[in-house]
């Protein structure tokens, strides 16, 4: 359909990784609600929660729910093949490994792997709050004398991934709050700003 011929105005294109309706759920669910984003972060960083943590989760990130799947999305993403170009992400792209030596890339790559095994599993078992986790953040800085004895690279890669986790998943959820109160921009307002365009 050629939105000259009709006047319709063409739909504005998606060129970051979150669509509008996404960002219209951010504004509509965080906008200036840091208090359920700290306890998103103590969940995925398996922290005690209190009962009326417990409760607010569930009443405002249900299981399924857009919310949760968004808060998913941004922290532990997979590749989309249906993201604007350049916007593809997921755990192992930002892995440090270009021009490190071996013994540092390979610390990398094992660390970035127990991030996203940490991850899908803290993701999978976000709503049950009575369970055990395999992977358990405590754990990864835990037994250090032992560990650096039986394998140096394994508890240096434990150290970066659980030193990485909590600087990433800070970064994550504080981008969701920054986009979250970001004022919406109208179809009239994207309308002057092509004419403005247009007249240059």
Do not use: W
Not at 77 to 95: H, I, R
């Amino acid at each position: 359909m050629n939105p000259t011929v009709t006047g319709i105005a063409a739909p504005q294109k998606q060129t970051m990784r979150f669509s509008e309706d996404e960002l219209d759920i951010m504004r509509n669910s965080l906008k200036d609600n840091d208090l359920l984003l700290k306890i998103v972060r103590k969940r995925l960083l398996q922290m005690d929660l209190e009962e009326t943590d417990q409760a607010l989760l569930l009443k405002l990130m249900p299981e399924g729910s857009q919310l949760f799947n968004l808060i998913k999305k941004t922290v532990h993403p997979e590749l989309d093949g249906d993201a604007p170009f350049f916007q593809m992400v997921d755990l192992q792209t930002n892995a440090d490994v270009k021009d490190k030596p071996l013994e540092i890339a390979c610390v990398n790559i094992l660390a970035r792997e127990i991030m996203a095994e940490y991850l899908t599993e803290v993701f999978d078992k976000f709503h049950s709050h009575e369970v055990s986790f395999k992977n358990k953040f405590k754990e990864l800085t835990s037994d250090v004398y032992s560990k650096l004895k039986d394998n140096e690279q394994e508890l240096c890669a434990s150290f970066l991934a659980r030193n990485t986790l909590v600087s990433h998943i800070d970064f994550q959820l504080n981008q969701l709050l920054i986009l979250a109160n970001t004022k919406k921009v109208t179809q009239e307002e994207l309308e002057k700003r092509n004419e403005k365009k247009s007249t240059k």
